[in-house]
């Protein structure tokens, strides 16, 4: 796998599907992730839970992200999640989600690096020749920063990459990324780098990548409703004008089809579910949103979904022209 100066969408469980991954792919994302998935789930029954973590080939290159924490199941998982063919096997260090965290699994891992390394080094041997990586984050809490120390037990696992969130467990989502962890790390690491955390602007990205010297630059919640973020940071990176965002047409056009893909892989009635928190991001920051994600909150069709963006950019065009 080659991350060098790659802009790669980051592991988002609820939000990046197959559908979302493959339109970021599409409008410039380098490498795609799966939603995390629970090897111990995976293991219990795979085919109820295999389809979280199907993908098509536009999502390529495409990696698996699972989470757990006993060694012999996570490379069970990995065994079944290489026998779909991705092109690289991930593994959750990082989660904090209490459901996730009281099983001892990913973010709680970080207090036990000597875990952390015989869970990433029985994957390693059993994950069929694929490259293994693993997202991490800073540690437990301020007073326990172990993740130079974590990184340094993949190393010797053998993993082929390295994702740092440098937030601790006890920030969650809150405070600052620190992306002077993240360089630290680039400078002792024998694997690249791939720096997570606040890249919200497409200009934050090239900031990352001067600031940190990561190879990677993971992109999240920027990304949500506006897949053009890619575009935009790579044409940032590569030292060109930034394209700007899409006008309203584009984007709802695209929301529009987003629905429509949604519905194609879920149903309609569970897809238009699936897409309201989307579409509320599609219309993130548009004069009267507020209003227009009230309503979209509450669709149950297509039909719907494409009354109310077709009745708002009719009423955006007169504003725009009256
Ligand atoms: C809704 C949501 C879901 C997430 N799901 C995952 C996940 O499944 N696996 C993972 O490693 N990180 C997950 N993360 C963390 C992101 O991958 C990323 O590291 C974090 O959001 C910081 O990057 P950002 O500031 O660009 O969003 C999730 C974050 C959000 C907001």
Redesign the pocket.
């Known amino acids: 796998m080659d991350f060098k100066g790659k802009l790669v969408l980051?592991?988002?469980?609820?939000?990046a599907d197959s559908v979302f991954r493959g339109i970021c792919r599409s409008l410039g994302a380098d490498i795609t992730w799966s939603?995390?998935a629970s090897a111990e789930g995976l293991v219990r029954d795979w085919s109820r839970n295999a389809g979280l973590i199907g993908f098509t080939a536009e999502e390529r290159p495409y990696g698996i992200?699972l989470f757990g924490s006993d060694p012999e199941t996570m490379a069970a998982a990995a065994r079944l999640a290489a026998s779909l063919g991705p092109d690289f096997i991930d593994l959750?260090f990082?989660?904090p989600v209490p459901k996730v965290v009281r099983r001892n699994s990913g973010v709680a891992l970080m207090r036990d690096p000597g875990l952390v390394g015989r869970i990433a080094a029985v994957v390693v041997a059993t994950a069929c020749d694929l490259p293994v990586t693993a997202?991490i984050r800073s540690g437990w809490d301020d007073s326990h920063l172990n993740y130079l120390e974590v990184a340094d037990e993949l190393f010797r696992a053998g993993i082929s990459a390295v994702t740092l969130?440098p937030r601790t467990r006890a920030q969650g989502?809150s405070g600052a990324?620190d992306w002077s962890q993240i360089a630290r790390l680039k400078s002792l690491s024998p694997v690249p780098v791939i720096g997570?955390?606040?890249?919200?602007e497409p200009q934050d990205a090239l900031a990352m990548f001067e600031a940190t010297g990561c190879d990677a630059v993971?992109?999240?919640?920027?990304a949500l409703g506006n897949p053009w973020f890619f575009a935009r940071a790579r044409a940032l990176v590569d030292g060109l004008p930034d394209p700007g965002p899409p006008a309203v047409e584009e984007r709802f056009s695209l929301a529009a089809e987003h629905a429509r893909m949604t519905a194609g892989l879920r149903g309609e009635a569970r897809g238009v579910v699936a897409m309201r928190k989307h579409l509320g991001w599609y219309a993130r920051g548009l004069p009267g949103a507020p209003a227009l994600r009230r309503e979209l909150f509450s669709c149950t069709s297509l039909a719907e979904v494409d009354r109310l963006l077709q009745d708002y950019q009719r009423g955006y065009q007169c504003t725009r022209t009256g």
Request: proline share 4%; glycine share 20%; net charge neutral.
């Open positions: 980051a592991p988002l469980a609820g939000v939603e995390m992200q959750n990082g989660c997202k969130h989502f990324s997570s955390g606040d890249v919200c993971m992109v999240g919640r920027g």
